[in-house]
């Protein structure tokens, strides 16, 4: 059974930095074909594509862009979102998911298998 369990969330002002960390286990995907994502949803908004980490590397979305970084451990069982100079637009529920890689990209409807979330509040 595959179980992604995000962590790291909370509270913070504008300017500040929070790392969420998502941890994978039973994934269908060997370390060579996965595709891990961040995203996140407003309240009254569709969940959008953050960042996506696979063989090729990292790609985000243009409003996180500078500011977010993803990485992974090298066992890829577990990815990080660093967010840097956060702004209160940035705030949401934060979701990790795991695909194939073939299948990846920011469009959230892709995705297979999605963690609980984690909550980023940011103040102004």
């Known amino acids: 059974q595959v179980q992604l369990a995000e962590s790291g969330g909370g509270s913070v002002q504008a300017g500040g930095s929070l790392r969420l960390s998502c941890a994978v286990s039973?994934?269908?995907?060997?370390?060579?074909?996965?595709?891990m994502g961040w995203f996140r949803q407003a309240p009254g908004k569709e969940r959008e594509g953050v960042g996506i980490i696979d063989n090729d590397g990292t790609t985000y979305a243009d409003s996180v862009k500078g500011r977010f970084t993803i990485s992974q451990d090298n066992a890829k069982t577990t990815t990080y979102l660093q967010m840097d100079s956060l702004k209160p637009e940035d705030t949401a529920m934060y979701y990790c998911?795991?695909?194939?890689?073939?299948?990846?990209?920011?469009?959230?409807?892709?995705?297979?298998?999605w963690g609980q979330g984690t909550q980023v509040t940011v103040s102004s």
């Open positions: 998911a795991s695909v194939a890689f073939e299948a990846c990209t920011l469009d959230a409807r892709r995705w297979d298998y």
């Open positions: 039973g994934s269908p995907y060997d370390s060579r074909h996965i595709c």
